[in-house]
């Protein structure tokens, strides 16, 4: 089945610095990918909806300069957290349309970042 | 617009009874829905999709679910829970001009030995 890679499963950094997400379709091609927000014990939060080749739709009261998603092949998407604060710590998910016979979403297994 | 409802953010269950999640949506068009599970700091397992083929669902593990445009509910059930069923589990909703999915809020199994 179609599978998302996505890297790293975790990451600390400190703030002020920035961090970068990866998430890549194995073996298929993600024309579209969507990033999640999660936090503790919450349900998943929509925050961007990236298209291959432009730019990433952010949802209302996400910060598009904060989080830069680029998609610029259609097997990679990155989300980069800039200038991060604690406040910023979370679990981050990425997540693919697939299409064709066996249409649907498939997600990566996640990032938690902590910012100290 | 598409949300879906999940009822009940912790379900409690011995090992061995039923499972019943429950789910109502709401959306303008036909829905496509969807359950996941996800285990902690791991991202979402696709346990099973309603298409608008088949009413009645059969997912992984043994889970199935029923679509019922009636009560607007897609329920999850498995009719003997085992102690590896204990995790959070979502029901989403997908449809119209929309390409992504519109979450609940999730519902923590318990399974009790």
């Known amino acids: 089945g179609a599978v998302v890679s996505q890297h790293p499963s975790r990451v600390i950094c400190k703030s002020g610095t920035s961090v970068k997400i990866e998430c890549r379709s194995l073996d298929f091609q993600a024309t579209t990918m969507f990033w999640y927000r999660q936090f503790p014990k919450q349900s998943l939060m929509l925050m961007a909806t990236s298209n291959e080749g432009s730019k990433a739709t952010y949802e209302q009261g996400v910060e598009k300069d904060k989080f830069l998603i680029n998609h610029a092949s259609l097997t990679l998407s990155t989300l980069t957290v800039t200038s991060a604060h604690p406040e910023d710590s979370s679990f981050y998910i990425c997540?693919?349309?697939?299409?064709?016979?066996?249409?649907?979403?498939?997600f990566g297994s996640g990032t938690r970042l902590t910012v100290v | 617009a598409q949300s879906v409802t999940q009822l009940g953010s912790h379900v409690s269950v011995s090992e061995g009874a039923l499972v019943l999640l429950r789910c109502n949506y709401s959306?303008?068009?036909?829905?496509?829905l969807f359950w996941y599970v996800q285990y902690p700091n791991q991202g979402l397992q696709l346990l099973l999709k309603?298409?608008?083929?088949?009413?009645l669902v059969k997912g992984i593990n043994g889970f199935e679910a029923e679509f019922k445009k009636s009560e607007t509910s897609f329920h999850l059930t498995k009719p003997s829970a085992h102690m590896s069923d204990a995790a959070e589990y979502f029901c989403a909703v997908s449809g119209g001009g929309a390409n992504n999915l519109f979450f609940g809020t999730g519902t923590r199994l318990t399974v009790i030995p």
């Open positions: 959306s303008s068009v036909p829905p496509y």
């Open positions: 997540s693919a349309r697939v299409s064709g016979g066996e249409w649907g979403y498939t």
């Open positions: 309603y298409t608008s083929a088949a009413t």
